[in-house]
């Protein structure tokens, strides 16, 4: 009999390494659960249980407004934010608004998995370009940037993951990310940068965003609250110029739906405006920050010669190579036997092929006995199979 699977597809009993969202322990229950009762004493009806404004709750927008110019000096203003639906459901505005079908967009290669499914549904022709330590190699963009204008083509943007990269780890360097800013002016694609990971940094800074770097012109950098208050309030935020934000209140959708998911949006403000948030980001990165060093402890402990990982300084993900010799579909049905789930890197590349040889651990959800004993069980499979 198939074992039991939970909403996230996880097996009951099993050990989960490509989950990529929060454990239970690690979502505010309490607060969110005073804040709401709270709201609804207050003038909490109308507003939790309304329409709301296209653009989203007001006071979240203002309470991100500010954020961003303190944090950052990012110099925007409420014109330029709005509400969305998640970071996906911006990735899927953009798409819609800005593409038709058969048009080319960039991505990297690997690329986050889901946003590659949006793409598809949009039958986009998806071009990939290789990353490495430093982020998107700029050398083969402008390769494939040439061999689509031969080809009569100009892409309509490049999607980016440009901090802790989902699925690798990698943060994108400052100097790439100029690179990559003067070749979209020369060949006038647009930068979709979907920033989910920023705040869950471990070290020092981090670079300037794509956004900052190109004074905000033609870039659109989404931004959630899933990674560090709860995905399921479904809340997220785009940045883009005032003509752009402008543009997609003015859709359709957003003006008979009144806003992105009003309720959550409403919650979420009241979170923010409590204070509460700030201080719950900082004890998420120092729990994020252990599980990761359980994992790099247990991979550098386990794992048998001829493998590579990264090693990332922050978000939620590290990123295997396998030796030549061990394909990932023996070891996921190996590790499935032995009830270790993974995720398979054929999924984040747009041909699987090329990822027959990488895996994606996430950190985030295990707790240390499992994501140490998950490792050990990977390393040791991953030895049976080269012995
Ligand atoms: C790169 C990236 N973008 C977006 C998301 C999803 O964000 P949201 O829950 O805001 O839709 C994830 C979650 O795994 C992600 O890794």
């Known amino acids: 009999m198939k074992p039991e699977a939970t909403p996230q597809g996880i097996v009951a009993g099993s050990i989960p390494l490509f989950a990529g969202h929060p454990s239970r322990e690690l979502l505010p229950v309490d607060d969110l659960q005073r804040i709401i009762s709270a709201g609804w004493a207050g003038r909490g009806v109308g507003r939790y249980l309304n329409y709301g404004d296209e653009q989203g709750d007001s006071q979240l927008i203002d309470f991100l407004v500010e954020r961003f110019n303190r944090n950052e000096t990012l110099g925007i203003s409420r014109e330029n934010l709005m509400i969305i639906g998640g970071s996906t459901g911006g990735v899927g505005m953009i798409t819609q608004q800005l593409t038709r079908p058969g048009d080319a967009v960039l991505v990297d290669a690997p690329s986050y998995r889901d946003a590659l499914h949006i793409f598809r549904d949009h039958r986009l022709e998806i071009c990939p370009v290789p990353i490495d330590d430093d982020g998107l190699v700029v050398s083969d963009l402008a390769r494939m940037l040439r061999r689509l204008a031969a080809a009569g083509k100009a892409p309509r943007f490049y999607y980016v993951v440009p901090n802790f990269q989902n699925p690798s780890g990698i943060t994108m360097s400052r100097e790439r990310r100029g690179a990559v800013i003067e070749l979209s002016r020369e060949y006038g694609f647009a930068i979709v940068e979907d920033d989910v990971y920023n705040d869950i940094r471990f070290g020092g800074p981090l670079p300037p965003s794509f956004y900052e770097l190109a004074g905000g012109e033609n870039v659109l950098r989404l931004g959630s609250f899933s990674k560090t208050l709860a995905p399921g309030l479904r809340i997220g935020w785009l940045i883009a110029s005032a003509e752009r934000v402008r543009r997609f209140v003015d859709s359709g959708m957003l003006r008979m739906g009144g806003g992105a998911n009003p309720f959550s949006a409403a919650v979420v403000a009241d979170y923010c405006r409590s204070d509460a948030w700030e201080g719950h980001v900082e004890w998420l990165r120092g729990?994020?920050?252990?599980?990761?060093?359980?994992?790099?402890?247990?991979?550098?402990?386990?794992?048998?010669?001829?493998?590579?990982?990264?090693?990332p300084a922050?978000?939620?993900?590290?990123?295997?190579?396998?030796?030549?010799?061990?394909?990932?579909?023996?070891?996921?049905?190996?590790?499935?036997?032995?009830?270790?789930?993974?995720?398979?890197?054929?999924?984040?590349?747009?041909?699987?092929?090329?990822?027959?040889?990488?895996?994606?651990?996430?950190?985030?959800?295990?707790?240390r006995v499992e994501l140490q004993a998950g490792i050990e069980i990977l390393g040791g499979l991953i030895a049976q199979i080269t012995a």
Do not use: C
């Open 314 to 367: 922050g978000g939620y993900f590290i990123w295997l190579r396998l030796p030549q010799s061990v394909g990932v579909d023996e070891l996921e049905a190996r590790a499935q036997a032995r009830n270790v789930y993974f995720a398979s890197g054929k999924g984040f590349f747009v041909d699987p092929v090329a990822g027959a040889h990488h895996l994606r651990l996430s950190f985030s959800f295990l707790p």
């Open 287 to 311: 729990q994020y920050r252990r599980r990761r060093d359980v994992a790099l402890a247990a991979l550098d402990a386990s794992m048998p010669a001829g493998v590579d990982w990264t090693r």
